[in-house]
């Protein structure tokens, strides 16, 4: 990529584009965590919170994970890692994250998963594009970055119809629940009270079993000892 090289090749734009494409990856990241994190367990948020350490496994990991999404962005980590290795730390760890998030949600549901990945490449698309920008601002560029946003917005809007849609078939299995008890208010009281009152029988009879043994028990024990003693 042309671009790319001008940025190895020239030694202040290196510094600049170092900076922008961590801005921009932390930026994308964000936005992504807050689309995740809407649909996340509390659990899961509480655990985004938690401090992060940059590992080799982790960091196989997210470049995977960008390997299969974003291809472009492979590159741009590596020359990051290398004029920028603490942003580079930060992005992957971000990275990672998303990951994390986004394999609870595909244990939940593989579409919703599929769908926040589609959103996740745009997002990253965009905000490479507006770093791009901001060291060519070209009416092509313009075009391109416009392009990807209208690309985010659909993705966005896919994920936003599918949550709809999960969200109204939870509603209509509550709506059946509601109707299906109010139904049977009379009966589902009636079987939980035979139930309860067969098992507080079950124990007392239990109970006074256990008694009676005892009881004969010790009057058997008292009479040997009685005879014993004559």
Known sequence: MRWLTQI?????????????????LLAQQALQQGAVNS???????????????FTPEREAAALNFVDRNHPEL????AHLKNSQPKQYEQAIKEIYRVTERLAGIQERDVLHYEL????????????????RLKMDNSESLKKELRDALAAQVDARLDVLKHQKQMAAQRLAKMEGDITQLEGNREKAIERQLDMLSRG?????????????KKAVRNTGKKA?????VE
């Open 74 to 77: 492979t590159e741009l980590l």
């Open 200 to 212: 507080a029988g079950s124990t007392g009879v239990t109970k006074a079993g256990k008694a009676n």
């Open 116 to 131: 926040e990945v589609k959103l996740w490449t745009a997002q990253s698309r965009v905000q490479l594009l507006a770093a």
């Open 8 to 24: 190895i090749s020239l030694s202040a734009v290196v510094a600049l584009g170092g900076v922008l494409m961590a801005d921009a």
């Open 39 to 53: 649909a996340a367990p509390a659990a899961q948020r509480a655990k985004d919170k938690q401090p992060l350490s």
């Open 224 to 228: 040997a000892d009685k005879k014993a």
